[in-house]
């Protein structure tokens, strides 16, 4: 089993371009995340989908899009991305909501 | 706003101490309490989790958890260098998520 995989591991972009973050996992998991990690600020909650067919915003969703393609897989989507979107970005899975949290790889993201 | 709150290290153990990790936590009705060690540019991986009040254990790491306190701690016997790294508290905070802490440093030496 590979996990929690995302693509790409790197990306740089200019202002006001736009991109979408992949994210699948093959644990047959309900609940997927999306989380942003900065110096200082811990993690943050961008979206979530509690179960396939449904997505919440988080703490921290201006600027963000996502989708819930199916139960393995979902996306994160910038549509005009700013200097303020730099960031790692990680994905998660858990089986049921507040269960344990299973992290990809994460992405780097730099927005020039 | 649900709270987590680590005190940020680095905090310095020397080689087969014990180390100690703090975390409190606002919502007095979180049930589900994780520890996650990050390595520097890596992912978070789980290290325990604990629901009920008191110790549990697993090899070198015990958590501890007082709920009257809202209190989670870990310990790590015998540190080793390789325990050298970022330690995420999180806590439930609704049915669907959890909330981090933003992680104290631990290094070992």
């Known amino acids: 089993n590979a996990g929690v995989t995302q693509t790409p591991k790197f990306q740089v972009l200019k202002t006001g371009q736009s991109m979408t973050l992949q994210c699948a996992q093959d644990m047959n998991h309900n609940s997927m995340y999306w989380y942003r990690q900065d110096p200082g600020m811990g993690l943050r909650l961008i979206y979530y989908?509690?179960?396939?067919?449904?997505?919440d915003k988080g703490e921290v969703p201006n600027g963000y899009n996502v989708s819930r393609l199916n139960k393995r897989e979902f996306s994160l989507r910038l549509e005009s991305a700013a200097p303020s979107q730099t960031s790692v970005y990680f994905c998660?899975?858990?089986?049921?909501?507040?269960?344990?949290?299973?992290f990809g790889p994460g992405t780097r993201l730099t927005v020039l | 706003q649900k709270e987590v709150e680590q005190n940020s290290g680095p905090l310095s153990v020397p080689e087969g101490a014990i180390a100690s990790l703090n975390c409190t936590y606002s919502d007095r009705g979180s049930q589900s309490f994780f520890w996650y060690r990050q390595y520097s540019g890596k992912s978070p991986e789980l290290i325990m989790f604990?629901?009920?009040?008191g110790d549990k254990e697993d090899g070198r790491f015990t958590a501890q958890l007082n709920k009257a306190s809202q209190y989670v701690s870990l310990l790590i016997r015998d540190s080793q260098p390789s325990d050298s790294a970022t330690y995420l508290c999180?806590?439930?905070?609704?049915?669907?998520?959890?909330?981090f802490g933003k992680g104290t440093m631990l290094l070992v030496s």
């Open positions: 989908s509690a179960s396939e067919g449904t997505t």
């Open positions: 999180a806590v439930n905070s609704g049915y669907s998520t959890l909330t």
């Open positions: 998660a899975s858990s089986e049921a909501g507040a269960d344990t949290q299973y």
């Open positions: 604990i629901y009920s009040n």
